[in-house]
């Protein structure tokens, strides 16, 4: 029998409301500045530690951890983390170098046109070596595409991309993300380390802003 494995990932409609902010515990300061818990930060958990396994049968015994900033640290801490668990429990262990680099691409809730790599342009250290790239969400997939093309540049042995969040946008990027968590309407999402304009860092659960929360924390664009 054909027992292919299902990995998902988990489709979120559109026309899922979310939970009520009522019924969980988030900071007080953001409460004008939600509509909903929209993934609890407990799904997102058990979501993570799916995908950490995933990733531990496709690795052989090492790999290096690309972890995109600033949106993608939650991301992959707790992924790290669950492969290091995964790894304990079954006598797997995979060696797990952790890199970090860092993208900005987005003004108040619109993606900018350029991409721009922020500190360590220079990844010799990935030639040869086996990469997972980790990055909190993926819609067009145009930063995604940008990227790997300067990782290929110093020639990895094998990179996939493992993202949290991908948005059903038109010409949606599927192929490009090997590891997803949910795939989510064309919302703009904030938590667990989705920023918008660096506020709502410190939100454990992913959130759909609100029109208020939008408005105060607005940037004007600048040129600096
Ligand atoms: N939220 C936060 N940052 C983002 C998003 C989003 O929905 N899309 C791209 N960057
Ligand atoms: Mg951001």
Same mark, same amino acid.
């Given at each position: 029998?054909?027992?292919? #494995?299902? %990995? ?34 407990? #799904?997102? =958990?058990? /979501? ?12 052989? *015994? ?25 790894? /304990?429990?079954?006598? %797997? ?10 993208? +900005?691409?987005?003004?108040?809730? &619109?993606?900018?046109?350029?991409? &721009?790599?922020?500190?360590? /342009? ?16 993926? *819609?067009?997939? %145009? ?5 790997? +093309? ?7 042995? =094998?990179? +996939? ?7 059903? #946008?038109?010409? =949606? ?16 999402? #904030? ?9 709502? /860092? ?16 607005? &940037? ?5």
């Amino acid at each position: 029998m054909d027992t292919a #494995v299902i %990995k998902g990932p988990i489709v979120i409609p559109d026309d899922w409301p979310g939970y009520s902010l009522e019924l969980f515990s988030y900071p007080e300061h953001y409460h004008e500045d939600i509509d909903s818990v929209y993934i609890p930060h407990g #799904v997102i =958990m058990n /979501r993570v530690e799916r995908l950490a396994r995933y990733v531990m049968d496709d690795f052989g *015994d090492s790999i290096v951890v690309l972890c995109v900033l600033k949106g993608g640290y939650k991301f992959c801490v707790d992924l790290v983390e669950f492969i290091k668990v995964l790894g /304990r429990n079954s006598n %797997k262990y995979l060696e797990t170098r952790v890199e970090f680099i860092r993208l +900005k691409s987005y003004l108040n809730d &619109q993606s900018t046109e350029e991409l &721009q790599i922020i500190g360590s /342009r220079d990844l010799s250290f990935l030639r040869g070596k086996s990469v997972l790239i980790v990055e909190a969400i993926v *819609d067009t997939g %145009k930063t995604m595409k940008a990227l790997l +093309k300067h990782v290929e540049t110093f020639e990895p042995k =094998m990179v +996939k991309v493992a993202g949290l969040l991908v948005k059903r #946008v038109p010409n =949606m990027a599927e192929d490009l993300t090997d590891y997803v968590g949910f795939e989510i309407p064309n919302h703009f999402v #904030v938590g667990y380390a989705l920023d918008y304009n660096e506020y709502f /860092r410190d939100l454990n659960h992913i959130c759909v802003i609100s029109k208020i929360g939008k408005m105060k924390y607005k &940037q004007e664009q600048s040129n600096g």
